[in-house]
C-alpha cells in the first residue's frame, strides 16, 4: 500500500497528490510515469510524475478527475492509503546539452511540463515557460513554473488573464523576438502539441512532445498505445512517453485516442462482464 501524506486542490477539477513510494522516488527522472489502481476493482491509469523527493521519499502526481478511477483517487485524503503505485516507467526526457529552451504546457499538461522545465533549470539552461488556459479560474502552479523559469508567460483563450490567445501566439512572438531557443518541449492536448510542432518545424528548432494514447500495461505487451513516429511504430509505454514532435503522426494519435470514447462515457456503474461467473459462484 502506498500512502498520501498531502493533498492540494488545485482547481474545481485538478488535484496534487505527494505520495510515499520510497524505491520509485528513488530513481524518478523528468518524463517519466507511475500506473496506480485505487483498489482491486480499479482500472490501471498511467500518470506523469509531477515531482519528487529522493529524500523523503515521495513521488507527486497531479491529475484531472475526469474518470471513475481519477474521481475516486480524488476522493481520497491526506493518510489514506493506494493499492497499486508502479514505476517509474517509460524514458526519462534527455535534457542535456541544450543552453535556451522554452517548455510549453496546455491545461493539466503543465502538471508535466512543470518537472521537464525545473530539471532544466538545475541544469543551468536559460528557461522560458508558456502555460496556457482556457480561462484564469484553471490555472495552476503559477508560482511554482514561475520559480523555476527564467519567464514565465501565462496566456488564456479568453483573455481573462495574462496574454489572451494561444500558447502559439506566445511562442511565435518569442521566436520572431529573438529568442534564439534551441530546445521547445510542448506537453498538453494533442492539437496544441500539433500546431507546436508545425510553428517549430518553419524555424528548425528541435521539438519534443509528450504523448498519451491509450495505455494499459505499461510495459509494452498490450500494444495499445502504439503511436507512428517517423513512419515506423513505436510504443509510448517504453519508447517514450516523449518523442520528436516532428515525426509523430498526430492525425493518428487523435484518432485513435477517440475509439472508447463512447465507452468512457458509460455510466461509472457499468458491470464488467469478467466478473459475473465469480458473482455467480459466490
Known sequence: MFTIVKKRVLNEAVTLMEVHAPFIARKAKAGQFIIFRVDEFGERVPLTIADYDREKGTVTIIFQAV????????????????????????????????????????????????????????????????????????????????????????????????????????????IEGGANYDLVIAIGPVIMMKMIALLTREYNIKTIVSLNPIMIDGTGMCGGCRVTVGGQTRFACVDGPDFDGHLVDFDELMKRNTFYRKQEQEDSNHICRLNLKENEDA
Open 67 to 174: 474518470g471513475k478511477s481519477t474521481k475516486l483517487l480524488a476522493q481520497k485524503v491526506e493518510g489514506d492509503d493506494i493499492l497499486d503505485f508502479v514505476g517509474p516507467l517509460g524514458k526519462a526526457t534527455d535534457l542535456d546539452g541544450y543552453k535556451r529552451a522554452c517548455v510549453v504546457g496546455g491545461g493539466v499538461g503543465c502538471a508535466i511540463a512543470y518537472p521537464s522545465a525545473k530539471a532544466l533549470h538545475d541544469l543551468g539552461a536559460q528557461v522560458d515557460v508558456i502555460a496556457g488556459f482556457r480561462n484564469k479560474d484553471i490555472v495552476i502552479l503559477e508560482d511554482e513554473m514561475k520559480a523555476i523559469s527564467d519567464n514565465l508567460f501565462i496566456a488564456t483563450d479568453d483573455g481573462s488573464y495574462g496574454q489572451k490567445g494561444f500558447v502559439t501566439d506566445v511562442l511565435r512572438s518569442r
